[in-house]
């Protein structure tokens, strides 16, 4: 991928030095992008002098940011912004001295503008998902969703490229924004490890949590999420084929009455007779991909990730 006005100044070793802008890594991984971060980490560090810079505690092999003190109180947009501040100034000259920028997700998009007008180089984004389009984040963030919406659309309307991680989100991207340019929009897909990720014919975790190989089950992995639509395929439940078993593989709610709508609906289900099964911890045993698509053109797998975090699973 080409990138408008990348310096040819080389980094360590005669590498670009880059800096990858992001608020989770390993090991506070709590998401998709979280995931994708990581395995670009790992794949990018042999090939450019590479910097991660997240958010949060202290950890090896990045430099960790935090929020400013005297916003231990204020709305979290707040404290992300001064935590995007923190970011800017540490990528500039005589500190990592970057070259190239890529950020993810809003929470560290702003640093990555902000540093790209103070140090003049490009910014790079890569898109998972829309603020412009999860409206309901504002049941969490109150009016920090406004906030945290005009940090992505600042950010990616004045972004180098922008990278998107599927052609559905390349299209809402250009729907969102019409503002950018379609030719600045790249669309690259999620890759996967196939060393680690593989079809696997054992059936004896299936049987362990009793779940009856000679049923057909739905199974659902992901967060407890307003955008996951939990609730929707929990009352629609009652509607499967009487054989058909449910697995929900279900990660923390992003919000209390998130939480307790699911569970309402849950106990609904045990009300009428469904047997519940209880799995620990599953969603992080499991693995960070919940789908892959094969190009059946050329054999090339892609998917996207998932989060990692404790979690239960239902079955009847």
């Keep these: 991928m080409t990138v408008p006005g990348a310096p040819p100044a080389p980094g360590r070793e005669g590498r670009l030095r880059v800096a990858l802008l992001t608020r989770e890594y390993p090991p506070e991984v709590y998401g998709g992008a979280g995931v994708h971060v990581t395995y670009l980490a790992r794949e990018l560090a042999p090939l450019v002098d590479l910097t991660v810079h997240c ?75 829309l603020e412009a389009l999860r409206p309901w984040k504002a049941e969490q963030l109150g009016g920090g969703y406004t906030v945290s919406s005009w940090c992505e659309r600042v950010s990616a309307a004045s972004a180098a490229a922008v990278v998107a991680v599927s052609d559905g989100m390349r299209a809402d991207i250009m729907a969102a924004y019409p503002e950018i340019s379609p030719e600045r929009i790249r669309v690259i897909r999620n890759g996967i490890d196939t060393t680690e990720y593989h079809p696997d014919p054992n059936t004896d975790v299936l049987e362990r949590y009793g779940i009856d190989l000679a049923r057909p089950y739905v199974i659902f992995v992901g967060r407890i999420t307003r955008q996951k639509g939990v609730p929707v395929l929990l009352r629609a439940a009652s509607r499967l084929v009487p054989e058909a078993q449910l697995v929900l593989l279900a990660g923390a709610a992003d919000t209390p009455e998130q939480l307790a709508e699911v569970t309402e609906l849950v106990d609904g289900l045990r009300a009428k007779g469904h047997d519940l099964v209880e799995w620990p911890d599953w969603t992080w045993r499991a693995g960070a991909v919940c789908t892959i698509v094969a190009d059946q053109k050329t054999g090339v797998l892609s998917g996207g990730a998932d989060p990692r975090r404790p979690s239960y699973a239902v079955g009847w």
């Design 55 to 129: 958010q949060g505690a202290d950890r090896p092999n990045a430099v960790a940011h935090r929020p400013w003190d005297l916003l231990a109180d204020a709305n979290q947009a707040l404290q992300v912004v001064s935590t995007d501040l923190s970011m800017a100034a540490a990528v500039g000259p005589g500190m990592t001295s970057a070259q190239l920028l890529h950020s993810h997700t809003w929470y560290a998009n702003l640093a990555g503008h902000l540093a790209a007008m103070l140090y003049d180089i490009p910014h790079v984004m890569t898109m998972h998902s």
